[in-house]
């Protein structure tokens, strides 16, 4: 058996003991982050630019443009009321996105306000905690139906829904994430220094409980737009002739063994905003906690 | 020495180009226990799994494993296969996750026996018998019916033991077999390992940061650092004459029982803190019953016990986070429940990383306190904010920077520039060093011994570690069972032990010398350690 290893080929290395763990590079500057912000910010941008170079206007009926294929003037051919597509699904972008952006973060708001509520009381956590039970009871398309049939179809109704399907989900989700922090050690380090409950969920609670709920918005926003898709075709989204990208999309669908190419545009447009909501969420899932 | 088992050469590992061995060697010798040595990512739990291929798919390796001559690097998953459990073992460091709850002790040693040997169910049984009685379980036949949370937690390792020696295997690697554990109960354990190596002639690869541990079980050492082999030596020579510098530095970095010269008395007429009578109770189980506790002011009490003494409930009590079901707490003479009386308390929390939140700059971590009670603001604020880390002897620059961008022993530097943010009168420290390695820690104690010395404020330090107790305290209580069972200046409770539950838990504690350990074992009552 050899007895020592011969010292002098190994080189020692003098250097610190304690070493930092080194900065990481931001979450949306590079891979599924930044693919996801640029997919979505190219949507945003045909959404709110597009229409200054489209010479159509989304409701003008062109004469004698019935259902054409793709051409010069009309890059996405016409629909049945001889309207422009490309016009149509530019302008519908924008109904899409003020759906996503403003009705998403409204209900996100509430969901949020009312699911920290409930941490404070016992009572009232019970109560909330049943009255989401039966909101998230109802299929998401069955509440869809039932508040369309009250509200009328429209844009907002569409809102109403997303706000109402959004409400329980960033309650129940915040509900459990500030449970889950006011546990933690730091909490109770700010404890033992004296601070009051409005520091502790000021400083503490609130900052650390929201992360979830940023990756949920980005979630939340991808569904939103299937919600306004799915009520489009079943007739209570988004009123006609007003375009969105579920109602081009319905439109297309009756159409599919006439012009084929309809349809093309606005599953393009889904998809690509979808996936970019998809990836955005995943990136700051993954950069949670790190 | 005998029959070469394991041979590692030249073995690398690295995870996606960042190296994590970078070219070890060493052998393994049958009836031989070699300790792998280092702190957390010099690479030796990364070369255990190596040798058995137990690393993701991520890894890369290059070198060579040969066990009995075969090369096991990169061998396909089926001859790997019947090597792991039927020629190298493996015991893990948490009994309680290396068990299957559902499944009772004896069935899970059947599966294993069975699973490499053709043997009957009945056969099986009468086998899981032997071993279980083997590993020192008392009435093995009643306890192969039990399921793993019936045993004790210094049980459920022996059955992970006998796990390991079903098959009669080659070499058995040992990862941080005992860290888990209480000091008592590894003591039994490493005397288990000792003589399963004596009787069945076993090579047993101990993977430790141990050096207690080491000095105790080990013939050979190998000692790792940052992926590098630093150095190899019989245990003997290692400890008594280490030629490398970190070596040097790691063994000085062990704290031992007994190497610091009496504390003086202190006699100051105030208290600190005093706890009279006090009971905590968890539902039926009282976790402490009728404490009663002195801390003058600028006098350092040692809290020492194991794992369900009550100690850290007694921490939670002294900084007023909990309230006593009897007795009462007094802390520079008011309530700790008190606003006023709070700001002059500090906690160091034993998790360094969880007790910072991570969304705050360690500027807004270490000022957090002067926030709480607008003690200081604007340039004044960032003024006591940089001096505190000059304190504990963090750059000035760090104040920018997340949690998660400090090591450990930062952060821990962190929690206690916090601790002393209002110039507290008491501290409680609560296992502050026990997250940290051994190189690391020497720096925090030193740090708080300076700092308490400096500042002269009372410190209650609990911990389970008598030697780091020794290192800092000025006196010493000794928990067991949520009664103090011996309290007295630190020279005599953890040198001159009286009631024998201390005198157990001292005699426990490994000695990083392995004469010394040794000499315990043959002349168990009067090898005091050397002083």
Known sequence: ?290 | MSVEVLRVSGLEVSFGGAPAVRGIDFTVGAGEIVAVVGESGSGKSVTARAILGLLPATASTGGSVRLDGRELLGADEESLRRVRGREIAMVFQEPSTALNPVHTVGRQLAAVLRAHRDLTREQARQEAVRLLDLVGIPDPATRVRFYPHQLSGGQKQRVVIALALANDPRLIIADEPTTALDVTVQAEILALLRDLRDRLGAAILLITHNMGVVADLADRVAVLHRGRLVEQAPVHDLFAAPTRAYTRELLAAVPRLGHRPPAPAHDTPTDALRLDGVVVRYRDFVAVDRVDLRVRQGEVVGLVGESGSGKSTIGKVAAGLLRPDAGTVTVLDGDPRDRAIRRAIGFVFQDPGGSLDPRLSIEDCVGEPLRVHRTATGTAYRRRVADLLDAVRLPTGYARRRPRELSGGQRQRVGIARALALDPRLIIADEPTSALDVSVQATVLALLTDLQRDLGFACLFISHDLAVVDTLAHRVAVLHRGTVVEEGPHHEVLRTPTQPYTRRLVDSVPIPDPTAQRTRHTHPREAVPVT
């Open chain 1, 1 to 290: 058996m050899t007895a020592t290893l011969d010292s002098a080929e190994i080189p020692e290395t003098p250097d610190a003991p304690e070493v930092a763990v080194p900065r990481r590079p931001g979450t949306f500057r590079r891979g599924k982050g930044l693919v996801g912000l640029v997919l979505v910010g190219l949507v945003v941008a045909a959404g709110l630019l597009g229409p200054l170079f489209v010479s159509w206007d989304p409701y003008q009926q062109i004469p004698g443009a019935n259902l054409l294929g793709p051409s010069a003037a009309h890059p996405l051919g016409t629909d049945d009321l001889n309207r422009d597509i490309l016009a149509r699904l530019l302008s519908g972008i924008r109904v899409d996105l003020l759906i996503s952006f403003v009705a998403v973060p409204v209900g996100a708001l509430i969901g949020c306000a009312v699911g920290a509520m409930a941490t404070v009381n016992n009572t009232l956590d019970i109560a909330v905690q049943r009255l989401f039970d039966v909101l998230l009871a109802f299929p998401q398309l069955i509440l869809a139906i039932g508040l369309a049939a009250v509200l009328g179809p429209g844009t907002l109704s569409v809102m109403i829904v997303v706000v109402s399907v959004e409400i329980p989900i960033f309650g129940r989700l915040l509900r459990t994430a500030v449970l889950r922090v006011r546990e933690s050690p730091f909490v109770t380090a700010a404890q033992v220094v004296g601070a009051g409950k409005g520091h502790v969920l000021r400083v503490h609670v609130l900052p650390n409980s929201l992360e979830p709920v940023l990756v949920q918005l980005a979630l939340s926003m991808s569904v939103a737009v299937f919600i306004e898709g799915a009520m489009s075709v079943l007739g209570i989204g988004v009123s006609p002739p007003e375009p969105s990208l579920g109602a081009v999309l319905t439109t297309s669908l009756h159409y599919l063994d006439l012009n084929p190419l309809f349809a093309l545009g606005p599953l393009a447009v889904t998809a690509v905003l979808v996936l970019g909501f998809q990836s955005i969420a995943q990136a700051a899932n993954a950069a949670r906690g790190t």
